[in-house]
Nanobody, 120 residues
Framework: VQLQASGGGLVQAGGSLSLSCSASGSIFRINGMAWYRQAPGKQRELVAAITRNDSTNYADSVKGRFTISRDNTKKTVYLQMNSLKPEDTAVFYC???????????????WGQGTQVTVSS
């Protein structure tokens, strides 16, 4: 299973960016999807998560500004980020909780990360 994230970049404070992450490989089912981020010198933290039935959960720091969504047919998760702040600067990683085809084993997949930089 491979995840490919895209959409990062440089934006001014108050601006918007949209991230996407798509999966490939032998996936029987995708359960949870999530976005994490890691700022320099800090631990990786959960930003937003979405379950298979579209229940969502957000870090307090992004509530009201970020929106996570998913398209199961495309095996893709999105993160719309509005009203960006300099403190949102980080590498963003997508994360999938999947069931592998054939073996039906559970597997946690990570994307390669995409840089988001917000200038003040």
């Amino acid at each position: 299973v491979q995840l490919q994230a895209s959409g990062g970049g440089l934006v001014q404070a108050g601006g918007s960016l949209s991230l996407s992450c798509s999966a490939s490989g032998s996936i029987f089912r995708i359960n949870g999807m999530a976005w994490y981020r890691q700022a320099p010198g800090k631990q990786r933290e959960l930003v937003a998560a979405i379950t298979r039935n579209d229940s969502t959960n957000y870090a307090d720091s992004v509530k009201g500004r970020f929106t996570i969504s998913r398209d199961n047919t495309k095996k893709t998760v999105y993160l719309q980020m509005n009203s960006l702040k300099p403190e949102d600067t980080a590498v963003f990683y997508c994360n999938y909780d999947v069931i592998i085809s054939g073996s039906l084993r559970a597997y946690i997949a990570w994307g390669q990360g995409t840089q988001v930089t917000v200038s003040s």
